[in-house]
């Protein structure tokens, strides 16, 4: 079995290969090329934490894995990730673990890139400027795939402790000079949104963290934060705006997202209104983009199909460069 931690990730695998990977992932699980059963979620009795368990199979791809992640969202008051787990690959044909690679930072790649497939699908193409809601372990992913995706002149990042989001703004001019974008702090949702056309929201809220009446028409949004019922942090008045919605996996968002409950529940949105699967857009069998006037939302819950075609990709390069430790 080959160990990788995020180091070793690192050294060899970069979030332009994750977004292709990922693109593929969608692809398959829209053409019914991999299992994905929906996601076990384990919550603590004081509500604080998740554990979350993830399968995924592809015959054609010869790929077989399971995440594990913990999810305790206080743990950034204790100076500790949010987010913590594991990927185990398995070999199809024997069912041996072959690899086990950091799942803290597959799921930072993977949801990254899941952004950044939907903008270079969704976009319109001549965008200026972007927006990032949330400085969490998901935003400085979140960020560069957005700058992958389309070339931005400026990007307005807001955060809920705004020295804390001027702190992430520093390191990420300096992390992210090579794309020529001048990334700004700002203290309040809506600035960051005004005139956005690229705008990713990524927290844990509980409720909308901005007003869906300032994103201007032809934006691009990416919901990514709310993976719980209770979690709501994007405006049911973005989603009554939008002309076309679509997901990761409809199936997996109305299982979970309460950005998407809530306001079906109160009948603020129809399903009718929903548009369907990225991968659709992919492979062809869905239309995306059509005018630079529309407001398209799309939102990820992350799924499995997701991990086993990065983890499949990053294990295949690892023993072709030697990287990663072998183990038993």
Same mark, same amino acid.
């Given at each position: 079995?080959? *160990?990788?931690?995020?180091?070793?990730?690192?050294?060899?695998?970069?979030l332009?290969?994750?977004?292709?990977?990922?693109?593929? %992932?969608?692809?398959?699980?829209?053409?019914?090329?991999? @299992?994905?059963?929906?996601?076990?979620? !384990?919550?603590?009795?004081?509500?604080?934490?998740?554990?979350?368990?993830?399968?995924?199979?592809?015959?054609?791809?010869?790929?077989?894995?399971?995440?594990?992640?913990?999810?305790?969202?206080? /743990?950034?008051?204790?100076?500790?990730p949010?987010?913590?787990?594991?990927?185990?690959?398995?070999?199809?044909?024997?069912?041996?673990?072959?690899?086990?690679?950091?799942?803290?930072?597959i799921? @930072?790649?993977r949801?990254? %890139?899941?952004?950044?497939v939907?903008?270079?699908?969704?976009?319109?193409?001549?965008?200026?400027?972007?927006?990032?809601?949330?400085?969490?372990a998901?935003?400085?992913?979140?960020?560069? %795939?957005? *700058?992958i995706?389309?070339?931005?002149?400026?990007?307005?990042?807001?955060?809920?402790?705004?020295?804390?989001?001027?702190?992430?703004?520093?390191?990420?001019?300096?992390?992210?000079? /090579?794309?020529?974008?001048?990334?700004?702090a700002?203290? @309040?949702? /809506?600035?960051?949104?005004?005139?956005?056309?690229?705008?990713?929201?990524?927290?844990?809220?509980?409720?909308?963290?901005?007003?869906?009446?300032?994103?201007?028409?032809?934006?691009?949004?990416?919901?990514?934060?709310?993976?719980?019922?209770?979690m709501?942090? !994007?405006?049911?008045? *973005?989603?009554?705006?939008?002309q076309? !919605?679509y997901?990761?996996? +409809? +199936?997996?968002?109305?299982?979970?997202s309460?950005?998407?409950?809530?306001? *079906?529940?109160?009948?603020t949105?129809?399903?009718?209104?929903?548009?369907?699967?990225?991968?659709?857009? !992919? /492979?062809?069998?869905?239309?995306?983009?059509?005018n630079?006037?529309?407001?398209?939302?799309?939102?990820?819950?992350?799924?499995?199909?997701?991990?086993?075609?990065?983890?499949?990709?990053?294990?295949?390069? %690892?023993?072709?460069?030697?990287?990663?430790?072998?183990?038993?």
């Amino acid at each position: 079995m080959l *160990l990788l931690s995020r180091e070793d990730i690192q050294e060899f695998f970069t979030l332009k290969e994750t977004m292709r990977a990922v693109e593929k %992932a969608f692809r398959l699980f829209s053409e019914g090329k991999v @299992e994905v059963p929906l996601r076990t979620q !384990i919550g603590t009795e004081n509500g604080k934490g998740t554990f979350i368990y993830m399968p995924a199979y592809c015959g054609e791809e010869s790929a077989s894995s399971i995440k594990i992640l913990g999810m305790f969202p206080e /743990n950034s008051q204790k100076g500790l990730p949010t987010i913590n787990g594991q990927v185990l690959v398995l070999d199809n044909e024997t069912g041996a673990i072959t690899g086990m690679l950091d799942g803290t930072y597959i799921t @930072e790649l993977r949801t990254g %890139a899941a952004s950044g497939v939907a903008f270079e699908q969704l976009a319109k193409k001549d965008c200026r400027k972007g927006a990032l809601i949330g400085t969490g372990a998901q935003a400085a992913a979140q960020l560069e %795939a957005m *700058l992958i995706a389309r070339s931005l002149e400026e990007v307005q990042v807001a955060g809920r402790n705004f020295e804390k989001t001027k702190q992430f703004v520093t390191d990420m001019n300096q992390k992210l000079s /090579n794309y020529g974008v001048q990334i700004v702090a700002v203290e @309040e949702a /809506n600035e960051a949104i005004t005139d956005a056309d690229l705008i990713i929201v990524a927290t844990t809220a509980t409720s909308p963290v901005f007003d869906g009446e300032l994103v201007k028409a032809g934006a691009t949004i990416s919901g990514v934060g709310s993976y719980q019922p209770q979690m709501q942090e !994007i405006p049911a008045s *973005l989603l009554v705006r939008s002309q076309k !919605i679509y997901f990761d996996s +409809e +199936e997996a968002v109305l299982s979970e997202s309460g950005d998407l409950l809530i306001p *079906l529940a109160d009948q603020t949105i129809t399903k009718e209104q929903f548009t369907g699967d990225i991968g659709e857009v !992919i /492979n062809g069998t869905l239309v995306g983009r059509e005018n630079d006037q529309e407001i398209i939302f799309f939102k990820s819950v992350g799924i499995a199909a997701q991990d086993v075609i990065t983890a499949k990709m990053i294990l295949e390069q %690892a023993k072709i460069k030697a990287k990663g430790l072998e183990w038993g």
